[in-house]
């Protein structure tokens, strides 16, 4: 594990406990998504609070259309690979579509097989009032929970596509309620995704546990990204995602140059032969 670490970090783990205490002194709480061991660990070299195996794995790597095709195998994998590589940060794991909503006895088996098999310090669900047992029986379980409001991936079947949620005084009082009612059941935090920054600022100062925005402004408690987007992984970034790199770019014209070497035989050379 070593060698994938260029500047090997404090190996002290995090908890998840410490986001309430960022909150609580206006700290911003910082997460990424990673998905193997590799990115795992030179995140771990960064100032992050908490990584996120993301059902978004379906999309970043498998080649999805959406989440729904992800399965708990998958992310049963995923997670044990990112927790191998994550040296002091603490993995949120996502319980994947139909692997919580049947009943709350399914629901914290699979939630108990993300941290018992695969080491993940919590898990994520998405949904509002129709989750609630199920989140209740996985804290009864002793799991750490992070809920997951406002744009729910998982529902794009239901919603037609991924839009903006919340826009209507109706739909934020909807959202707001699923919030609150999340909290309520002990969450130890909320996912806000692709909502009016407004409402975010109304739900962030309203709840006493931390929120995490994606797509939903500047004055929630935290902040997380797919990596894969902020790094420049694709040709079109979504609107809520500055991309810092373009990776793409560099990849592709750096594949090109050793094409274009090996075809003028000027790789490898000697500083490469043995």
């Not at 995490?212 to 935290?222: F, M």
Request: charged share 25%; with cysteine.
């Amino acid at each position: 594990m070593e060698a994938f670490l260029k500047n090997k970090p404090n190996t002290k783990k995090r908890t998840l406990f410490h986001l309430q205490k960022k909150k609580d002194r206006k700290e911003k709480i910082i997460s990424l998504t990673a998905y193997d061991a590799l990115t795992a660990a030179w995140l771990s070299e960064c100032d992050i609070d908490f990584l996120l195996v993301g059902d978004s794995l379906g999309n970043v790597v498998a080649g999805y259309e959406s989440t729904l095709p992800v399965t708990m195998d998958q992310m049963a994998y995923h997670t044990e690979i990112v927790v191998r590589g994550a040296v002091n940060v603490p993995v949120v794991a996502d319980m994947p579509f139909l692997s919580y909503e049947i009943n709350p006895e399914e629901a914290v088996r699979n939630a108990g097989r993300l941290v018992k098999q695969s080491g993940a310090a919590g898990v994520k669900i998405e949904g509002g009032m129709n989750i609630i047992p199920a989140v209740k029986k996985i804290l009864n379980a002793h799991i750490p929970v992070l809920g997951h409001t406002g744009l729910k991936p998982q529902t794009v079947l239901q919603l037609g596509g991924y839009k903006v949620q919340g826009k209507t005084p109706d739909a934020a009082e909807i959202i707001k309620e699923e919030a609150k009612a999340l909290q309520d059941a002990g969450v130890f935090a909320v996912v806000l995704e692709c909502i009016p920054g407004e409402l975010a600022r109304e739900i962030t100062e309203e709840l006493e546990i931390p929120t995490i925005g994606i797509g939903a402004g500047k004055e929630c408690d935290g902040q997380i990204l797919v990596t894969h987007d902020l790094l420049g992984w694709f040709d079109k970034p979504k609107k809520f995602v500055k991309q810092y790199s373009n990776f793409r770019d560099t990849a592709v014209t750096s594949v090109k140059t050793f094409i274009e070497e090996v075809n003028l035989g000027e790789f490898p050379n000697q500083e490469h032969t043995f």
